[in-house]
């Protein structure tokens, strides 16, 4: 959320810096509103005292014997205007509440400007594309071949956008998981932690997922509704929610493996195909929690981390600075990383890093002591995939395919895998 001070001493420059986005941000009609909560705070809080004051009126009369029937009269008046002032002042607050929730973060300097992922810019590439003397499958006529990958038997169970592996296969995506964890956690200096996959709302609209984003989510019934987390980020992030850690706590960085769930409500026709675009899918969060200063140097170092695991597996990837109208809703500056994909001849998404600021923090309440003031002040908040593990699977079966169809398995991954160098047909020797 942005600092309602900003919003409120700086509406121009804020409605101006959102417009990078595509996102209209009326300032005048905002700045009304305020106006109307300060009068109406001032109106209550006088009839409050004057309440009081003639509570203390009416103990005395009472006191003195005398009759108190017009005080009590003028007091239940008092009382009326005083419900109603309430009641119109909760009204101006909520709505000042919901234009703020509804604001995306404010964008970094540098972001470029642009309308959608066409205009996103390339700042770096690793790797030599691979070369094949045979026609590249992609990864779905590779699965299916290998008798490994399976969308019919999913369907039947669960319906579109879902997939089942087997054997060797299988394995090999937890592989891909568990040497991730190994790097993070032992060698970048991430803590291992494991989460809740249910969050109730308030987790949500910590992370900003809530309230625009709820169509995306997945919903439990009942009394008490759960949302199914749609990434790691949500419950990493909010396990400094509502506290204050010291200095010497930062930085604090944390590492989960998670299933995730989303509906993809809003990506109704796109990769269909395969496994690319899942309603549940697995992936390695790597969460920064960071002092201020410190922050866009996190980035960096967050963006190595998820590189790091493209390299060791030798998978030939691009690093893009996303645009002004491709940037997340509580993202302030992301780098994507996108591996290549032979079967599709194009670079896709695999991870994004990105600098929450102090966005979400002020949502949560996360907050670290600063020793130079002794003052409690807001977090900032970094997430990125460290990576995603269906799609670094895709990538390692189409980039590491043979001419028989069956599959290398990269150096890093052989421990993982019994040692098992290549991937071959269910049954095959």
């Excluded at 009326?80 to 973060?105: K, M």
């Excluded at 590249?136 to 008798?147: C, E, F, P, R």
């Excluded at 509704?225 to 749609?230: C, K």
């Excluded at 790691?232 to 930062?250: F, G, K, Y």
Aim: some cysteine; hydrophobic content about 35%; charged content about 25%.
């Amino acid at each position: 959320m942005i600092d309602p001070k900003l919003l409120r001493q700086s509406a121009k420059e804020v409605a101006d810096n959102l417009a990078r986005r595509g996102h209209q941000f009326d300032a005048g009609a905002y700045l009304e509103l305020d106006e109307q909560r300060k009068a109406l705070q001032v109106d209550t809080e006088a009839l409050r005292n004057e309440r009081n004051t003639s509570a203390k009126s009416i103990g005395k009369a009472k006191a003195g014997g005398e009759d108190v029937e017009p005080l009590l009269a003028a007091v239940k008046g008092l009382g009326d205007r005083l419900d109603t002032s309430e009641a119109r002042l909760r009204d101006v607050l909520e709505a000042l509440q919901s234009i703020e929730l509804g604001l995306p973060n404010l964008l970094h300097d540098d972001v470029p400007t642009g309308t959608d992922d066409s205009e996103n810019i390339e700042v770096r590439r690793w790797g030599e594309l691979p070369e094949f003397d045979f026609e590249a499958k992609d990864h779905v006529d590779l699965g299916a071949s290998l008798g490994l990958l399976d969308f019919d038997a999913a369907s039947r169970v669960s319906g579109s956008r879902f997939a089942v592996m087997r054997g060797q296969l299988a394995r090999l995506q937890r592989a891909i998981i568990q040497f991730m964890l190994d790097v993070h956690t032992g060698e970048n200096g991430y803590e291992e932690t494991y989460v809740p996959y249910l969050v109730q709302a308030s987790a949500l609209l910590g992370t900003g997922q809530l309230p625009k984003f709820e169509d995306d989510l997945f919903k439990t019934e009942g009394e008490t509704p759960y949302y199914l987390i749609p990434t790691a980020e949500v419950p990493l992030t909010n396990l400094t929610r509502e506290s204050i850690l010291e200095a010497d706590q930062l930085p604090k960085r944390l590492a989960a493996h998670t299933p995730c769930f989303r509906s993809e409500a809003g990506s109704y026709g796109q990769d269909t195909r395969g496994i690319i675009r899942q309603h549940q899918f697995e992936k390695v969060e790597l969460v920064h929690l960071v002092a201020p200063e410190d922050s866009w140097d996190a980035l960096e170092e967050l963006t190595g981390n998820a590189e790091q695991i493209l390299q060791r597996l030798e998978l030939p990837y691009r690093v893009v600075t996303l645009c002004s109208g491709d940037v997340g809703f509580a993202c302030a500056k992301t780098y994507d990383l996108e591996v290549w994909l032979p079967g599709q001849q194009k670079y896709r998404e695999i991870s994004s890093c990105s600098n929450c600021t102090d966005f979400q923090a002020r949502r949560m309440q996360a907050r670290w002591r600063n020793p130079d003031s002794g003052k409690p002040e807001l977090l900032h908040t970094l997430n990125g995939s460290g990576v995603a593990a269906g799609r670094a699977l895709v990538a390692i079966m189409e980039n590491y395919q043979q001419a028989d169809g069956s599959i290398r398995v990269p150096k890093p991954l052989q421990p993982y895998m019994v040692g098992a160098e290549v991937i071959r047909a269910a049954g095959a020797d």
